[in-house]
């Protein structure tokens, strides 16, 4: 089919969706969803905010499943094989770098607020995480030919980092009585804080070796 | 209804990010596009559900908050993925695009 009438085609059927969409939203009724469950249940956490309750607490599988998600795309991504040098043209002159020096710790001092908060606020793992990898991208931007990352095992560990440690915390709920995924009473809100660093570090890693978009050692280095 | 009008603005406009990701997706051949597409379908599935969750009196239920941020850790590892893949593939294919035409071998 030629590109004008598969256009006109495609248009016309995304217009024709988009009406039933609108008319199925329109026909959904208003209900109050779990609000009122999660509020009745925030007695039983230790972190004040609801959200994080959710997914640190209430839904903790699911949030574990997730970090499992990056850490398979770290691992597809690697299984492509070897990062190019990025970017091909390296920023020149010294405004970047300088700048970097001062905003680099900025940036891990508001990541680190950012979890915290968390318990009491907005904020939480992956938006502290989020911002830390984005000074590991502006950091990789400013110096991409130099392989400053740690050995192939240092990253290993450190994108396994969170995953790992959710599942420790989560099995130990298991002979200690909560059950799979649940905190001892007293307990939630240091657990939860430890689960959200060890997640914001892996999440903020995997993050820039995605960006990489592929293995930062050579094959002779580990097989 | 008329009490979850000011859902509304954020429906149509998630409904409309949702339709024409699909719609770049379906024509556009190359693969960036495509992926870009995708993610602004994403966005607006995003939107829907987070408008969704602020219909009802008081506050947003955080449920669907918290699925939405999940979803978007997902759909950045999903297109780092995809992006990896359309490195490997620049080579191949001599170009991002994909060929016109049915695959011939």
């Known amino acids: 089919m030629n590109p004008r009438p598969l256009s006109l085609l495609s248009g016309g059927l995304s217009a024709l969706l988009a009406l039933l969409l609108v008319s199925a939203l329109w026909d959904t009724p208003v209900h109050e969803g779990v609000s009122a469950s999660v509020a009745g249940a925030m007695g039983h956490t230790g972190v004040a905010h609801p959200v994080t309750a959710v997914l640190l607490d209430f839904r903790a599988y699911d949030t574990l499943l997730e970090m499992a998600v990056v850490l398979l795309a770290v691992l597809a991504t690697w299984s492509l094989g070897r990062c190019d040098t990025l970017p091909a043209r390296p920023v020149q002159g010294p405004v970047m770098r300088g700048g970097l020096r001062h905003l680099i710790p900025l940036a891990v001092l508001t990541g680190g607020y950012l979890i915290w908060a968390g318990g009491a606020g907005s904020g939480g793992a992956f938006q502290g995480g ?5 000074s ?22 450190g994108v396994t980092l969170g995953v790992a440690v959710f599942l420790a915390i989560g099995v130990a709920g298991l002979p200690l009585g909560p059950g799979f995924m649940g905190y001892p009473p007293g307990w939630s809100y240091g657990l939860i804080l430890t689960v959200e660093t060890a997640a914001a570090c892996s999440i903020a890693l995997s993050l820039v070796l995605l960006f990489l978009g592929g293995r930062p050692w050579r094959d002779a280095e580990d097989g | 209804m008329a009490e979850s009008l000011h859902a509304w603005p ?16 379906v024509t556009r051949p190359h693969l960036l596009i495509k992926v870009l597409a ?11 559900l987070l408008s ?7 506050e947003p239920d955080p449920v669907p908050q918290a699925l939405v941020i999940t979803g978007i850790v997902v759909a950045v590892s999903a297109t780092a993925v995809a992006l990896a893949l359309m490195l490997r ?17």
């Open chain 2, 10 to 25: 954020f429906f149509g406009s998630g409904v409309l990010l949702f339709v024409l990701g699909l719609h770049a997706l």
């Open chain 1, 136 to 157: 590991g991208v502006m950091w990789v931007l400013a110096w991409p030919r130099r392989p400053d990352l740690p050995a192939p095992l240092g990253l290993r560990v």
């Open chain 2, 38 to 48: 995708f993610n602004v379908m994403g966005s607006g599935t995003f939107m829907v």
């Open chain 2, 52 to 58: 969704a969750a602020a219909r009802g009196s008081g």
């Open chain 1, 130 to 134: 989020a911002v830390l990898a984005a």
């Open chain 2, 89 to 105: 593939l620049y080579p191949i294919l001599g170009g991002a695009g994909l060929p016109p035409g049915p695959p011939e071998d």
